[in-house]
């Protein structure tokens, strides 16, 4: 479960009031009587941010591997995007 902190509390002490309890992992910021923000640590971020990648790789392989991908040039898929844009918005 994570940690609160009443976003009063912040307020009075600043972000000292994070410390200790950041130690432990991400701390939900409380203000109204309700969940509105998460503060966690750099290295959390950091390994976070490692890990979606792993994943973003590992499906992207997957994709590849099983055909949904092809090998294109940046010009193919500017004329694919920009015939995307064209077409956008227009009255049928």
Same mark, same amino acid.
């Given at each position: #479960? *994570?940690?609160?902190?009443?976003? @009063?509390?912040? &307020?009075?002490?600043?972000? =000292?009031? *994070?410390?200790? @309890? *950041? &130690? %432990? ?5 409380? =203000?109204?009587?309700?969940?509105? !923000?998460?503060?966690? =640590?750099?290295? $959390?971020?950091?390994? #976070?941010? +490692? /890990?979606?990648?792993? /994943? $973003?790789?590992? @499906? =992207? $392989?997957? /994709? !590849?591997?099983?055909?949904?991908? &092809? ?6 898929? #500017? &004329?694919?995007?920009? $015939?995307?844009? %064209?077409? +956008?918005?227009?009255? /049928?």
């Amino acid at each position: #479960m *994570l940690a609160t902190v009443p976003a @009063q509390t912040i &307020k009075r002490r600043g972000i =000292s009031a *994070l410390n200790q @309890q *950041l &130690k %432990d992992g991400p701390v939900w910021i409380i =203000s109204n009587n309700t969940p509105k !923000y998460v503060v966690l =640590s750099a290295d $959390e971020f950091r390994r #976070m941010r +490692h /890990e979606a990648f792993v /994943e $973003e790789c590992l @499906q =992207s $392989e997957a /994709e !590849y591997r099983a055909g949904l991908a &092809k090998r294109t040039t940046p010009e193919e898929l #500017m &004329k694919i995007f920009d $015939e995307a844009v %064209d077409g +956008h918005g227009e009255e /049928e």
